[in-house]
């Protein structure tokens, strides 16, 4: 299995920072995408940016310019620093990791794409 483990959300003014940081963990065999998505209440997860295993990064229109997602292959983790927060980048951040190789699940399935539990980012006006 693979585990994702989130920190850094919480409550922060208009104009602040927070740094997300998504640890993983299990039976990895080198990770390729690593990425964050956010889902706001009545809307669909949408993604705000990811890395891929050779660097490359893509980011939602809305938060270039603001946003910086970074990764640490050695700890397998995946970062996400967010500056000039805004009340409409409020949402539950998830991470996602795909794995470079399958790996087998306690149901027998294989799984290359694993999701983090969410941490709620909440932006005050």
């Known amino acids: 299995q693979v585990q994702l483990v989130e920190s850094g959300g919480g409550l922060v003014q208009t104009g602040g920072s927070l740094r997300l940081s998504c640890a993983a963990s299990g039976s990895i065999f080198g990770l390729n995408a690593m990425g964050w998505y956010r889902q706001a209440p009545g809307q669909q997860r949408e993604l705000v940016a990811r890395?891929?295993?050779?660097?490359?990064?893509n980011y939602a229109d809305s938060v270039k310019g603001r946003f910086t997602i970074s990764r640490d292959s050695a700890k397998n983790t995946v970062y996400l620093q967010m500056n000039s927060l805004k009340p409409e980048d409020t949402a539950v951040y998830y991470c996602?990791?795909?794995?470079?190789?399958?790996?087998?699940?306690?149901?027998?399935?294989?799984?290359?794409?694993?999701w983090g539990q969410g941490t709620q980012v909440t932006v005050s006006s």
């Open positions: 996602n990791v795909q794995t470079a190789r399958p790996v087998r699940l306690s149901t027998g399935f294989y799984e290359f794409d694993f």
């Open positions: 890395i891929t295993g050779g660097g490359s990064i």
